[in-house]
């Protein structure tokens, strides 16, 4: 989701439940969607990614859904584990050009055990 | 391990001071980014490169400079350091035609 001010929206979960993590975006001509992880100190990483044609794709633990309609992307991580705390981010991409991709604010995940 | 090296990992610089962020890939990527990184906010685009020799702007390019000499190295120039210049920066790569980009661990920049 978006933030307000300088404070990340932030999701706390329990060990072993289900994580729903959201994201607006902005431009209706963005093509591609990926959803970022990043650890405490450690730079982005790729955890999944979908095209505009599509409006649901699994990975292991991670499904990302994509609404077109009203520009809605979310993550949902399955069986949350400690190491899942992070925070996310969802990029998106216009087609053709330069794949250069937009960053949205981030969610903090944080998983109690 | 191949991927994208970033040096240093921190630095303070004072206020009018110059400095270089190094930036190197071993992939073989055409694309490199720039991004710099705000308590509370997401990755803004600083600067970016399509191939050896092209750079262009991004959302936040004011302040800095960079060139793209070879395809590894994309080095960020910040010309007269500002305290609105303090950040964390984060390079990023990737292949012609794949959306997904690939980080290094950042720079950790103070300006005092």
């Known amino acids: 989701g978006e933030s307000v001010g300088l404070h990340l929206p932030t999701l706390s979960v329990q060990e072993g439940d289900n994580s729903i993590i959201n994201c607006a975006y902005s431009?209706?001509?963005?093509?591609?969607f990926i959803w970022y992880k990043q650890e405490s100190g450690k730079g982005p990483q790729f955890i999944i990614d979908?095209?505009?044609?599509?409006d649901k794709r699994q990975g292991q633990r991670v499904t990302v859904l994509l609404n077109k309609t009203v520009k809605h992307l979310s993550l949902q991580i399955a069986a949350t584990q400690p190491g899942d705390s992070a925070v996310y981010f969802c990029?998106?991409?216009?087609?053709?050009?330069?794949?250069?991709?937009?960053f949205g604010r981030g969610t903090s995940l944080i998983v109690h055990p | 391990n191949a991927g994208v090296t970033q040096t240093p990992k921190f630095q303070v610089l004072k206020t009018g001071q110059s400095m270089t962020l190094q930036c190197a890939q071993d992939?073989?990527?055409?694309?490199m980014s720039w991004y710099r990184q705000d308590p509370g906010m997401g990755l803004r685009l600083i600067h970016y490169?399509?191939?050896?020799?092209?750079?262009d702007q991004g959302e936040v390019p004011n302040g800095y400079n960079v060139s793209r000499s070879t395809t590894e190295d994309f080095p960020l120039r910040l010309l007269s350091a500002a305290p609105s210049q303090t950040s964390v920066y984060f390079c990023?790569?990737?292949?012609?035609?794949?959306?997904?980009?690939?980080f290094g661990s950042g720079t950790r920049l103070t300006v005092v």
């Open positions: 990023a790569s990737s292949r012609q035609g794949d959306y997904g980009y690939t």
């Open positions: 431009n209706s001509a963005s093509d591609y």
């Open positions: 979908i095209r505009s044609n599509m």
């Open positions: 990029a998106e991409t216009p087609s053709g050009g330069s794949y250069i991709p937009t």
């Open positions: 992939m073989n990527h055409e694309y």
């Open positions: 490169s399509v191939g050896a020799g092209i750079t």
